[in-house]
């Protein structure tokens, strides 16, 4: 049955029909890995895009050879299938039957690959809290999980997509940064898809909540896709927030201010961009030597003399610097600066800071040997 299947398959198909004779032979000879592998390549054709051919697969081939080969491979075959299913509930059914397959579910990337499908139906069928419950049990089993593999793409591809329609900006950036670490970016996405990630991922990490790291995504090949277009500001304004560069902020106003959820947040930002600011200043000066002036900090912040102070404490407060204030000299002694992936001008600043430390460590051994011949006698 599943071969006669195949071959009602070849009159549709004549540019697959050499694919299909092998996949016939292979069944006949039951030889069920390289079969596998066939019909994973077979049913991922562009000819499949459109139409419901695949879904005799459905009901008798699949269901013919299922305790037969990989249980991840069954899924990711049985999903690619089900995409010409018009009738999501009936696509849900389907997949959730699958989870009482005796191979799947002894499998744990197939009963994983499995609830990512069922959570992304509940999405799209609107079913937003269960599929809320669904993906937030997930997280748990896939950070659980040693490695990355194909089934993480499929999950943070998901959850990043949640994440974004919630407005929770700090999550869908995770999330979305960790879906690129998966992939390909230049052969899984096209150039406007690129392109579309870039801003959504810029915008993300400028508007979310606790996000003051941005030199992973600056560093990400991604946004060289913006390079030339309309969009190029998201990449200065990314660099300007990443170095704390007030100037530069200002001076792009008249492209952020056209999206309204970057005016709507105006406060927080100018607040993030001067705890940067604030950062980047205390990063700068040498470790030995990390004493900021109130006056300093105000004309560096464009702030009132007034509100360093409360500035500083909300730095302290968020663990984005370590220290003390001092009120009687008006100066904040900073004895640490949180970690971030820096920037090449940061990895600049870092390298002229070694070259100090060095020459400071030639020095001390310097006067140590003078001082060791002093007591010495010669």
């Not at 697959?16 to 292979?26: A, F, G, H, S, Y």
């Not at 150039?191 to 915008?203: H, I, P, W």
């Not at 998201?234 to 999206?259: H, P, T």
């Not at 008006?330 to 940061?346: G, M, N």
Request: some cysteine; proline content about 3%; glycine content about 4%.
């Amino acid at each position: 049955m599943a071969a006669e299947v195949l071959n009602q398959m070849k009159p549709q198909y004549p540019s697959l029909q050499d694919q299909i004779n092998e996949m016939i032979d292979l069944y006949n000879k039951k030889l069920w890995h390289p079969l596998t592998k066939e019909l994973e390549d077979f049913v991922h054709k562009p000819e499949f895009n459109e139409g419901t051919s695949l879904l005799t697969l459905k009901d008798t081939l699949l269901r013919d050879i299922h305790t037969r080969i990989n249980p991840l491979s069954l899924v990711n075959i049985s999903l690619r299938v089900l995409k010409q299913e018009s009738d999501l509930n009936q696509i849900l059914a389907y997949v959730e039957q699958m989870k009482s397959l005796p191979n799947v579910k002894h499998s744990e990337l197939a009963l994983l690959l499995c609830d990512v499908a069922i959570a992304d139906l509940k999405l799209t069928l609107d079913l937003s809290q269960e599929a809320k419950n669904l993906i937030e049990e997930l997280q748990e089993k896939f950070d659980a999980l040693d490695g990355v593999g194909p089934v993480h793409k499929k999950f943070y591809e998901l959850s990043s997509r949640y994440y974004q329609m919630q407005a929770n900006h700090a999550l869908y950036y995770r999330e979305a940064l960790r879906y690129l670490g998966c992939i390909d970016v230049n052969k899984d996405l096209t150039e406007s898809e690129r392109q579309t990630k870039a801003v959504c991922l810029g915008l993300a990490a400028i508007l979310g909540d606790g996000v003051y790291n941005f030199g992973e995504l600056l560093a990400h090949d991604i946004l060289n896709s913006l390079a030339g277009t309309e969009q190029e500001w998201v990449n200065e304004l990314l660099f300007a927030f990443n170095s704390g560069d007030i100037e530069k902020y200002e001076n792009l106003r008249s492209s952020w201010s056209a999206i309204p959820d970057l005016v709507a947040a105006e406060t927080s930002l100018r607040q993030k961009i001067s705890l940067l600011c604030l950062m980047e200043m205390a990063f700068k000066m040498p470790a030995n030597n990390r004493n900021l002036k109130f006056n300093d900090i105000a004309s560096a912040i464009k702030i009132n003399y007034d509100d360093v102070e409360l500035l500083v404490m909300k730095a302290l407060s968020l663990g984005l610097i370590r220290g003390c204030i001092d009120q009687v000299d008006e100066i904040v002694h900073v004895t640490w600066v949180s970690p971030r992936v820096l920037s090449r001008d940061q990895l600049a600043t870092m390298s002229k800071k070694l070259i100090e430390w060095q020459q400071d460590i030639n020095k001390v051994e310097h006067l140590v040997q003078d001082g060791a011949k002093t007591i010495i006698g010669y």
